[in-house]
């Protein structure tokens, strides 16, 4: 009943955020004489706060149309270029330029869209071929469409790689560096031409061991079938995956939101002061990140449940012992994908060493093939967004992919 129960709530503040918004437009309409009075902005400014943050979201878009190289401005077009059901491979093409590296970037499944990485991908627009991993919210998926776990993961990875074609680079942010990691070690088995040249990490679980996090003790100390009990849900009549077992974006944003909720509340705060003050830039800032981060989908339970399992509380990777379709992935297999590993100083999802320990599980990667890099004063998010992504990871990507081009 948890998935019908939060329907009916969220269908009710919906209908509030609309009055709030009526609301506040009224109280700052000149025509309205009680706008002139003094708490009329202190009104307006709070029914806006509260209507933003109670409004429904669906799929943001990108809204990437253009990009600068070399001085001049180049049209941006979105093409599909492979579509299954649980995922699209989703290409950035850069109207009139060519030759450029061709890097995929994998974003997480992990209760946000792929738009959460718009700022990673404006990035690295002028520099390379951007293509993305555009994963599908699990309750639109019909359940005659199978089901999707870490298996599938890593086959939707490799079926997206060989669509690119050889000689391409690989960026995995957060939770897929797991599947990337062990994704590249079968191609380098294999030897398969469409194995990448370079594996960018970045804040990635690859020993959970290391550092542990918040996240991290809440998936160790609940047995496996406490998951599956209180956080597992069927999707309810109204979408078309209707009977389908997912872990909610609603309540991955909920544990994420109250890890961090006084920060989370004084950023309200500042919002509602900005909007006294007239400051609506400032405003709309905040307004901007929330509107991104708020807007969550539902990802398979069969796959979250295997990453709680595998990842967080087996180690089943750095020990030896990750499968996929009985077959075991081996990290020193990797003899020739340059692997960079990317961490943040302040990260506090993923500890200072998780993604440190790719370097030292590929055993037969040469060491001028393996880097790493710790971005000083970064938490989570800022390693993939924000100025010290731009200014300071992201020409290290660069020259990395540059140097195993």
Same mark, same amino acid.
């Given at each position: ?5 939060? %329907? ?91 030759? !450029? ?9 992990? +209760? ?54 050889? +000689? ?48 991290? $003790?809440?998936?160790? %100390? ?84 295997? $990453? ?42 993923? +500890? ?23 971005? %000083? ?8 967004? +924000? !100025? ?18």
């Amino acid at each position: 009943m948890l998935y019908d129960a939060y %329907e009916m709530q969220r269908s009710m503040l919906a209908g509030a955020s609309a009055m709030a918004t009526f609301g506040a437009d009224w109280m700052r309409n000149p025509a309205n004489p009680w706008s002139y009075l003094g708490g009329g902005q202190l009104v307006s400014s709070a029914l806006e706060v509260f209507a933003h943050a109670s409004a429904t979201r669906g799929k943001p878009a990108f809204g990437l149309t253009h990009t600068e190289i070399d001085g001049r401005q180049v049209a941006v077009h979105e093409e599909i270029v492979l579509q299954k059901p649980f995922g699209q491979l989703k290409r950035f093409r850069r109207e009139g330029v060519e030759g !450029s590296p061709r890097l995929l970037i994998v974003a997480p499944m992990s +209760g946000h869209y792929a738009t959460l990485l718009r700022g990673t991908v404006e990035r690295m627009l002028p520099s390379a071929e951007v293509y993305i991993t555009d994963w599908r919210d699990a309750k639109l998926v019909p359940l005659g469409d199978g089901h999707f776990d870490l298996d599938d993961y890593i086959d939707y990875l490799i079926a997206f790689m060989e669509a690119i074609g050889p +000689g391409a680079h690989m960026l995995a942010v957060c939770q897929p560096s797991v599947p990337c990691y062990a994704a590249t070690a079968l191609m380098s088995a294999d030897n398969h031409p469409c194995r990448p040249r370079t594996l960018t990490m970045m804040g990635g679980p690859i020993d959970t061991r290391e550092a542990p996090t918040a996240v991290n $003790t809440l998936a160790t %100390e609940r047995p496996h079938a406490w998951f599956e009990q209180n956080v597992v849900v069927t999707v309810p009549m109204m979408y078309p995956g209707a009977g389908r077992k997912v872990y909610p974006g609603f309540l991955q944003l909920a544990g994420f939101m109250s890890m961090n909720l006084g920060n989370h509340m004084m950023s309200h705060w500042e919002m509602f002061k900005h909007l006294v003050q007239g400051d609506g830039e400032s405003a709309q800032a905040t307004k901007s990140f929330y509107e991104e981060y708020r807007s969550v989908c539902d990802m398979t339970a069969e796959f979250y449940l295997q $990453t709680v399992d595998l990842v967080f509380q087996t180690h089943a990777l750095p020990r030896g012992e990750m499968m996929h379709r009985g077959r075991r992935v081996d990290p020193g297999a990797i003899t020739d994908v340059a692997v960079l590993a990317i961490e943040g100083e302040r990260d506090d999802i993923s +500890g200072l060493g998780q993604t440190k320990a790719a370097l030292t599980l590929a055993t037969s990667l040469p060491a001028d093939k393996k880097r790493y890099l710790m971005a %000083e004063g970064a938490g989570h998010y800022g390693i993939f967004n +924000g !100025s010290k992504w731009r200014n300071t990871v992201a020409p290290v990507v660069e020259q990395w992919m540059a140097a195993h081009g």
